[in-house]
Every structure is written in C-alpha cells, then in structure tokens.
C-alpha cells in the first residue's frame, strides 16, 4: 500500500468558512484533521496555521508550533514575508527559529499580504530559504506562469512546489517542467485526463507531489489520482510521499501490514470495482481548442475505463459541444462500434443551427443513440429558447433523457432556468451536468431537485469540494444523484474518488455508481 504524506493542508479558524450538516462542514481542528488523515489512511501532513495568512504570520507561525508539538504525524510550514516593515525577523533569524523548530518549509502569500517577489524585495529571504534547503510553496494565483519563471531561474538550488493548479494548465505547465529542474507541482486541482501518466512519462515522478488541500478539497480525489494512474508502483510511492520526504528530508514511513481504518467496504482504494455496475453518465471525447488533453481519444478512454471497472460511459465529443455537431455524433457514433457496449452516445445538437436539428436527431436515432447533450453555455444559446423546443419534444416523444450543462449565474443553463424546462416537459428525465458547478450552484440544484422529480444531479466537478457528495445525499436523497467524470475533460480518477471516498453508505454509493443511471436508460 502507499504511504501518502500531505503537502497542503491547513488548521485554525478561518475568516470565511462554509458550514453544513456534520458531514459537510468544512472543519478547522488539528483533531479533526487527524480524524480526517484517519479515515483517508493519510500517514503524515505538512500543515500551516490560518492564522498566519489570515491574521499575522508569526503569531500563526509560532501558534502552529504549539498546536501541533508531540504530534509525530505534523510537520510544520510556515508563512513568510520580507522583514523590511519588522513584521517579520530578519532572514538570518527567521532561518534559526525556523531550524530551532523543525521547520523546513515556507509559504508565501505575495497577493494577499502585499508585496514583491521581486528582489529588491524578497531578494534576501529568498536566498536564505535556497541557501538552507527550504522549501518553498506558492499558489498559483499568488505568482502567475512568468512569475514562477521567474522564481525559478533566479534561485535554482531553491525546492519549489506550486499548488492549486487545475488541469487547463499543461500548455504553460511543460515548458516550465523542461526548463526548471527545481520545479514541483502539487496535484489536488492537477485533474487532466492522463495527466499524472504523461508527466512522469516526459519530466519524471519526482516533480510530482501529492496535496489534498484540506479542509477546502475532499482527499479522496487526490489519493484517486495516485492510487489510479496507469504508472508503476514504483512512481506512485514518488508521488505519495516519497518526492516530499525527499525534499524535506524527513525519514519516509514504513508500513509493515494494510492500516487501513475504512469502515466501508466501497471505498477509495477498492478500484477496480469488481461485480458492481459502474456507468459514467458525463463523458467527451476527443481533443478540445482550449487546453491540451493527452490520450483523448476512445482507446485512451477505455483503457481508463478498465482500470476503474467503468462499464460504460455516456458520451458527447468536444466537437459537438463546440462548431461541429454533426461530426461529434459521428464520433461518438464510431467508438460505440468500436467498443461495442462500453459507449452510450448521446445526440448533441446546436440550437444555432435551428434548420439541422430535426434531421440529426432522426439520424443519430436511428443509430441507436438513446439519449441527448445540450450544452447551452458554449452555444450561448438558452436551453428554454425556442431553437431548442424540437429537441425537447423529440425526447418527451421518444423518452429520452437529456443531459444538460448546467452553472450557476449562467442565464442560458442555470439550475433554475433548467429547472423550468422540467417543469414544461415532465415525462422529460432532465440530468443537471456538474449540478450548478459551483456552491451556490449546489444549493440552486439541490431546490430545483425538490420541486421537480425529473431532475437529476450529476457530479463531476474539478473543484471537489468538501462535503458535497454527502450534501446531496442528505438533502435529497441517493436515487437521483448520477456518477459523472467529465473524461477526458478532467480526470476521471479523481471525479470517481470522491464518490468512493464520501462518507455515506455502500448502497448509496452503489446506486450513485451506476444503478441510478442504468435505471434512467433502461438498461
């Protein structure tokens, strides 16, 4: 088994936090991130202090110190600044308390405490902190690409790790691999399709690090994107723990026999799961115009789909959802005879095309596509437009579902907008893509599930946000919540890991899975 050791979590009171139900509420303790390590089977976790980032970073530095003092599973990261205002001691003496303390990592955060990485600035600090071996994390958004260039170039022997990337990335991401060796990435938010493959494959395992982002993320997700990817084992003990005891220079733990302290049987490391139905019912195809996607294709999917015992996936090419309809059915058409039974395609239409849409459903029916993707947004169409009453019909008479994109504050597809066209075609199964996107798309979602009983949550979202698999189970039950990836959009590892990892009931997670969606297609 891996021996996961978290890079990016975080313990204190914060000045925003979302509350929920037991299950959903973002928590703040050090017991109950050791509570959380538990149950993920997370060995060791390099955390910082909110009040650090939040309030005054040596207050929440040295608070963090005696918070988590005798605690052999916590190693302390500290926030750092310039000292030139005298918030901060001077290089030299922040390194000793640093080393008097057992700290061998720093964060900054130039966007929020307001001020320069640029030498004349940070100059000296960051000379003590490559001079000393410590490593240093930034957030993406708190640096920018030439930033990190930057960084990189001018302190080389200086460990860098960057969190919060996402998976739009690897077009910025690859030539900053190439061209710093000192360079790092953190994965929680890295959820490109074949992504963790490709880079161990082009820069190597040891730039990989795992993070969960705790309590903001769900670690599932992360420990789904190790535990899965289609590497040896060797790189997946890199990724969980060994590249960031190597940096740090911390002795890597050693288990002896399975620690594991789920109390489900379905859980995240049960993949492949082996007599149980698994239905992707989100999925694309293909490469897409705005980021790099590897191994995009049907044969990349399916050896994805193997790998995590997903029997089918419904799917919907980016060529559709993007200029060309037509030739994204055509696609979906030709994966569902070259894997026959692995590919539910569904009929996309352009209500910009008003003129294309009757013929295209008949043809695409005929193919046996049973089912239809409306994506309002990249259209820029509304879903309750009248371009789009045809296709509406067509599925009421025909008893198809719909799977529609969906996101909150968007007035083509928003939750509430979809939700009067359910109300407008009841016999209609109408399936939410990503349920709002966003957590007041959640809440909108969750209303609009309510009211209307042919509605239906899908739940693929790269931002896996704590707590929300069981939100949606607790308000509105199990049986119309539906396993989505968004493959190879996002990961499907990690989109499967949260379903896996939610701490709600086999059979909840065995209706999610798939029985849910095999009863909305009649399978």
């Known amino acids: 088994m891996l021996d996961f050791f978290d890079c990016n979590c975080v313990i204190g009171r914060r000045s925003i936090r979302r509350t929920g139900g037991a299950e959903e509420t973002e928590f703040y303790t050090l017991e109950s991130l050791i509570e959380e390590m ?23 530095n040295r608070k963090l110190i005696d918070e988590i003092k005798g605690n052999k599973r916590l190693y302390p990261c500290w926030v750092v600044m310039p000292s030139s205002t005298g918030e901060m001691p001077n290089p030299e003496n922040l390194i000793k308390e640093m ?32 001079n000393n071996g410590i490593v240093l994390i930034m957030e993406l958004d708190h640096i920018g690409w030439d930033g990190i260039n930057s960084l990189c170039s001018r302190y080389p022997k200086l460990p860098i790790i960057i969190t919060n990337l996402n998976y739009r990335v690897n077009r910025y991401l690859y030539p900053l691999l190439e061209k710093h060796k000192n360079l790092h990435i953190e994965i929680s938010g890295y959820q490109v399709h074949s992504g963790i493959e490709e880079v161990c494959s082009k820069f190597g395992a040891k730039r990989l690090i795992f993070g969960s982002r705790m309590p903001f993320f769900v670690p599932g997700p992360a420990m789904s994107l190790v ?17 960031l005891s190597r940096l740090l220079k911390v002795k890597p733990t050693t288990k002896t026999k399975d620690q594991r302290k789920y109390d489900n049987h379905i859980n995240v490391f049960s993949l492949p799961l082996k007599g149980e139905t698994i239905i992707d019912a989100h999925t694309h195809m293909g490469p897409y115009f705005n980021f790099h996607i590897p191994n995009n294709d049907a044969d990349g999917m399916v050896k994805v789909m193997d790998r995590l015992g997903i029997s089918l996936a419904c799917t919907s090419p980016h060529a559709g959802i993007t200029p060309d309809f037509r030739l994204g059915n055509d ?73 529609a994109h969906s996101w909150a504050g968007d007035g083509n597809c928003s939750p509430t907008v979809l939700g009067k066209v359910a109300e407008q075609y009841p016999s209609v199964t109408i399936i939410l893509g990503h349920s709002g996107g966003t957590m007041s798309g959640y809440y909108e979602s969750i209303e609009v599930a309510k009211k209307r009983e042919n509605i ?50 086999d059979e909840d997670k065995r209706k999610i899975l798939g029985l849910n969606m095999a009863r909305v297609l009649g399978l």
């Open 38 to 60: 538990d149950y993920a089977n997370i060995d060791k976790a390099l955390v910082y202090h909110s009040l650090a980032r939040e309030y005054n970073p040596m207050y929440g």
């Open 99 to 130: 080393k008097q303390n057992g700290v061998k990592c720093a964060r900054m955060f130039p966007t929020e405490h307001l001020f320069s990485l640029s030498d004349w600035s940070c100059g000296e600090l960051l000379r003590e902190l490559e």
């Open 227 to 243: 535990e899965y990817s289609l590497i040896s084992q060797k790189e997946k003990s890199l990724i969980a723990g060994g590249n």
């Open 331 to 403: 696609i979906a058409y030709k994966a569902m005879q070259d894997y026959p039974g692995r590919f539910f395609g569904y009929i996309t239409i352009n209500p910009n095309y008003p003129e294309d849409i009757p013929q295209e459903l008949e043809r695409c029916y005929n193919r046996s596509m049973r089912g239809i993707k409306i994506h309002p947004s990249s259209h820029g169409y509304p879903a309750n437009g009248a371009n789009f009453s045809p296709m509406w019909e067509f599925a009421q008479e025909k008893g198809l579902p719909v799977l």
């Open 456 to 505: 239906f949550l899908e739940t693929c979202c790269s931002t896996v946000i704590y707590g929300i698999i069981e939100m949606l189970v607790n308000k509105i039950g199990a049986d119309r919540i539906l396993f989505g990836s968004d493959m190879p959009f996002v990961n499907a590892n990690a989109q499967i890991g949260k379903i896996l990892y939610a701490k709600i009931s």
